[in-house]
T-cell receptor, first 111, second 109 residues
């Protein structure tokens, strides 16, 4: 069955370190998205991609970057982790104008 | 900027009662509206997707309506069960998804 996976599921890091969160989907979807979920803010879009080599900034992109070198993967990099980036991160993918399928999430703690 | 509001923020009902969850949005130029379910510590599961040209969508005990002109959608869950306890999120797609904060539902046995 097609799926979307995220790794790691839990991560503890220190302020200033670079962190990369992986997202892999086997749906063959063109569209991929990264969100963060925080109490009081709900889900907010960080970056998204509509295909290979395409990336776009979302609502809360400062301090994050993505690259899309193939259809299946959209890794999210925190250039220099900050305590404000402690959150739960969700990756999602979709076909054009179709429902988004979400991964299980990565819980990130920045100390 | 699209703003999505869900009321109420939390709801507690006895088993068997029908649930009514509300979602409102500010910009009616949307492709579709989606309802998701999220269990504690888990990802989101898609429940229903309503295309902008549709008025409603049904799946089992779930029915969602969409009124684009007034910027409103309602999710109805018939004959609620304890297993329906979760957070329900509304998301509007106007080129990208904008989420409401969710309604946390507790169904008491």
């Amino acid at each position: 069955d097609a799926e979307i996976t995220q790794s790691p599921r839990h991560k503890i890091t220190e302020t200033g370190r670079q962190v990369t969160l992986a997202c892999h989907q086997t749906w063959n979807h063109n569209n991929m998205f990264w969100y963060r979920q925080d109490l009081g803010h709900g889900l907010r879009l960080i970056h998204y991609s509509y295909g290979v080599q395409d990336t776009n900034k979302g609502e809360v992109s400062d301090g994050y970057s993505v690259s899309r070198s193939n259809t299946e993967d959209l890794p999210l990099t925190l250039e220099s982790a900050a305590s404000s980036q402690t959150s739960v991160y969700f990756c999602a993918s979709s076909g054009d104008k179709e429902t988004q399928y979400f991964g299980p999430g990565t819980r990130l703690l920045v100390l | 900027k699209q703003e999505v509001t869900q009321i109420p923020a939390a709801l507690s009902v006895p088993e068997g009662e029908n649930l009514v969850l509300n979602c409102s949005f500010t910009d009616s130029a949307i492709y579709n509206l989606q309802w998701f379910r999220q269990d504690p510590g888990k990802g989101l599961t898609s429940l229903l997707l309503i295309q902008s040209s549709q008025r409603e969508q049904t799946s089992g005990r779930l029915n969602a309506s969409l009124d684009k002109s007034s910027g409103r959608s309602t999710l109805y869950i018939a004959a609620s069960q304890p297993g329906d306890s979760a957070t329900y999120l509304c998301a509007v797609d106007d080129y990208k998804l904008s989420f409401g904060a969710g309604t946390t539902v507790t169904v008491r046995a």
